[in-house]
């Protein structure tokens, strides 16, 4: 009877670690997914202020400078069920403007344009990495709360499910590539 129940203690001990260790794994795959999100957010807003500091500066030609301006605007200021398709307007305004290179020659001849533009290339080169790092870590921690240990235990309590940042974000051929090189 004492062995039985040694096995019995033994075997609840063995579930319990596993539970608690699973539980820990999924409460820091959220943890990541909030710090890849505050990345991807930041360098979201960094895109969006490059670009109106570009717009407004004056070495643009109008119809540019309006479209680049409106488009940087309206994802600094969207609200978050409309965030994705805002950032996604950017990626294409970007691309129209920039697509071709005798646009971006405009930017660095201007003065103080060489540094816009290297400015705006990172931003823009910045911006598929860190949704890449954010959905990365959706899709881990949506694997791990589809087993059905996580489920049955409710082991990610009243934390939402996790959803990616699905955006258009191809950069225009003229800032993809690193200016001056």
Do not use: C, K
């Not at 991807?40 to 309006?66: F, K, M, N």
């Not at 488009?71 to 920039?98: I, T």
């Not at 694997?143 to 258009?168: C, I, K, N, S």
Request: hydrophobic share 50%.
């Amino acid at each position: 009877m004492t062995v039985t129940l040694i096995w019995i203690v033994v075997a609840l001990v063995a579930i319990g670690l596993y539970l608690s260790w699973t539980a820990g794994r999924l409460d820091r795959l959220h943890t990541r997914i909030d710090a890849a999100r505050a990345a991807l957010d930041a360098q979201l807003l960094r895109r969006a202020s490059v670009t109106q500091e570009l717009a407004t500066s004056g070495v643009l030609d109008p119809a540019a400078s309006i479209v680049l301006y409106e488009a940087a605007h309206a994802a600094r200021q969207a609200e978050e069920e409309h965030r994705e398709v805002a950032e996604s307007e950017l990626s294409q305004a970007l691309r129209a403007v920039f697509g071709e290179p005798a646009q971006m020659e405009a930017v660095r001849e201007a003065p103080g344009g060489v540094e816009a533009a290297e400015e705006l290339a990172q931003a823009v080169r910045r911006v598929p990495m860190a949704r890449r790092f954010h959905n990365d870590a959706v899709r881990a921690a949506r694997a791990l709360r589809r087993h059905r240990t996580v489920r049955w235990f409710r082991l990610a309590g009243h934390a939402p499910f996790p959803l990616a940042f699905e955006m258009d974000d191809e950069p225009p051929t003229a800032l993809a590539d690193r200016p001056g090189t």
